[in-house]
C-alpha cells in the first residue's frame, strides 16, 4: 500500500513518529486513527493488515507509536494513560491541519481504551472501534505481575514485557486510579463497534460485555472466535479491517464515486507492493484488488496470483462473450460456467505445438452451459468462445512498452 512517512509534535514538544497509509489511488473516503496496544508500536503486522484492508476501501489510515515507544521521542517512563490520550488529540489536530479529520477512531488493547477516552476530544470522529480493549484501563497493571508492589514501594522499577525491558514509575499506576471510563462510555456520542474474543487470555471477554452495556447505541459487537490478543493470525486482523471499513461507511459522510461518470484521461490499471513480501495492491477503475503468492512460494496467500487474474480474465471473457451471443439469438441459455486451469508444460509433450523445445503455457477451459439448448445450438457456443476478446489476445502477438515514469 502507499504510505508517508510523518512526523508531529505532541502538547510537551516531544516528536511522534507517524505512518499515513494511503489508498492506492491517492484519494481516500475518509482518514481513520489508529492506536496500538500497550509498549506496542505503529508497525504491529496487525495493525498492518487492518490498516491495508481499509486503504483497499478508500480509509486512509494514520498510526503513530506513543510517546517514548517505537521511533517517537520522550521517555516512556514519563507516560500514562493522560499522555496516550493527549497524543491521540495531538495525531488528529495534526491530520486536521495536514490532511482531514480523522472520522474513525481506532484502539488495540489499552489503545482501545485511549481511544474512547479522546473521542470526545476529536469533534471530526463520528465511530469508534475497539480490538480487545479493557472495560478499565487500570487492567493493564494485571500484566506488571509482582513488579507492581515493587512500583508502589519504590516509585518506579523495570519490568520485562514481550520480550523488552521498560521503566514505569508509580505516577503510572496512580493516574490509572482516576480514570472512569464507564461514564466516558455513557457520555460517548458516536458509534461504537467492539470487537474481542471469547479466548482472549490477556484482557478477558467480560471487559467487551461491561463495555457494551456501558455504551449507547448505536452499538455493534463483533467475537472474533479463535483470535489471540495480538491477533498474530493474519486472517483475523484482515477480518476486522474488513468488517471496519464495511461497517464505518454507515456512519460516515463519504459518497463513493461509482456512479459518478469516470475520466478516461487515465483509465490505467495501477498495482503496487512495497518493500517486504509479494502482497500487491492493485486499482482498477473504481476498484480494489490484491495479488499474492501461496505461503510455500513465499507469499501470504492475501489473493490471487497472477496467472489466477490472467486466467480469470479469460474464464470472465468467454462467459460474457456467450452470454451476449445466445441473447441476441434469443437461445434459451440459463446459465455459463467456466472453469480454468493454468499450467506449465514441456513444449516436447505438445504434438500439435510448432515449437518443439522449451516450456509452453497451457490453459484447459471446460465450458458448462446450463439451459434446453440443443446440440447445434450448444457447439456453435464452444466455438464462439474462441471468439472471446481476451482469448484473442492471448492467441496473438502481444506488444509491451515498459518505461521508467520521470521522477
Avoid at 464515486?257 to 492493485?282: Q, W
Avoid at 490484491?290 to 462467459?319: F, H, K, M, R, W
Amino acid at each position: 500500500m502507499q504510505y508517508k512517512k510523518l512526523q508531529f509534535t505532541n502538547k510537551t514538544g516531544q516528536k511522534l513518529s507517524a505512518r499515513l497509509d494511503l489508498p492506492l489511488d491517492g484519494k481516500p473516503l475518509a482518514y481513520a486513527l489508529f492506536a496500538h496496544c500497550f509498549t506496542c508500536s505503529k508497525n504491529l503486522k496487525a495493525i498492518a493488515h487492518i490498516s491495508r484492508a481499509l486503504t483497499r476501501e478508500g480509509i486512509a489510515v494514520l498510526r503513530f507509536d506513543f510517546t517514548g515507544l517505537g521511533e517517537s521521542e520522550g521517555d516512556f517512563a514519563d507516560t500514562n494513560f493522560s499522555s496516550n490520550v493527549g497524543d491521540l488529540v495531538a495525531a488528529a489536530q495534526f491530520m486536521k491541519s495536514n490532511f482531514e479529520a480523522p472520522q474513525i477512531l481506532i484502539g488495540h488493547s489499552f489503545g482501545g481504551a485511549a481511544v474512547l477516552q479522546a473521542a470526545s476530544a476529536i469533534p471530526s470522529s463520528q465511530a469508534v472501534v475497539t480490538i480487545a480493549a479493557p472495560a478499565d484501563p487500570g487492567h493493564v497493571q494485571h500484566a506488571l505481575g509482582s513488579t507492581k508492589e515493587i512500583i508502589e514501594r519504590q516509585g518506579e522499577a523495570e519490568v520485562r514485557l514481550a520480550g523488552r525491558t521498560f521503566r514505569i514509575k508509580k505516577q503510572f499506576l496512580d493516574e490509572l486510579t482516576v480514570v472512569n471510563l464507564q461514564e466516558t462510555l455513557r457520555k460517548l456520542d458516536k458509534a461504537l463497534l467492539i470487537f474481542h474474543s471469547p479466548i482472549d487470555e490477556v484482557v478477558g471477554i467480560e471487559h467487551a460485555a461491561q463495555i457494551f452495556q456501558a455504551a449507547r447505541h448505536p452499538k455493534s459487537f463483533i467475537s472474533l472466535d479463535q483470535a489471540d490478543h495480538l491477533l498474530t493470525n493474519s486472517n483475523d486482523s484482515q477480518y476486522v479491517g474488513s468488517v471496519i471499513a464495511a461497517w464505518a461507511v454507515k456512519y460516515l459522510d463519504v459518497h463513493r464515486e461509482e456512479n459518478k461518470p469516470k475520466n478516461i484521461a487515465d483509465n490505467r490499471v495501477v498495482a503496487s507492493i512495497g518493500r517486504s513480501g509479494l502482497a500487491t495492491e492493485i486499482q482498477v477503475n473504481n476498484h480494489s484488488l490484491v495479488a499474492d503468492e501461496p505461503i510455500p512460494a513465499g507469499g501470504t496467500n492475501l489473493g490471487p496470483t497472477p496467472y489466477d487474474y490472467l486466467v480469470a480474465a479469460l474464464g470472465a471473457c468467454t462467459s460474457m462473450t456467450l452470454r451476449m451471443y445466445a441473447d441476441r439469438k434469443g437461445w434459451p441459455l440459463e446459465s455459463t460456467s467456466t472453469r480454468l486451469k493454468h499450467q506449465k508444460i514441456h513444449a516436447s509433450d505438445c504434438k500439435d505445438c510448432e515449437l518443439k523445445e522449451g516450456v509452453l503455457d497451457k490453459i484447459e477451459r471446460e465450458i458448462e452451459l446450463d439451459g434446453p439448448l440443443d446440440h447445434e445450438q450448444r457447439q456453435r457456443l464452444i466455438k464462439i468462445a474462441d471468439r472471446c476478446p481476451v482469448h484473442r489476445t492471448l492467441r496473438s502477438e502481444i506488444i509491451i512498452d515498459t518505461y521508467l515514469k520521470n521522477s
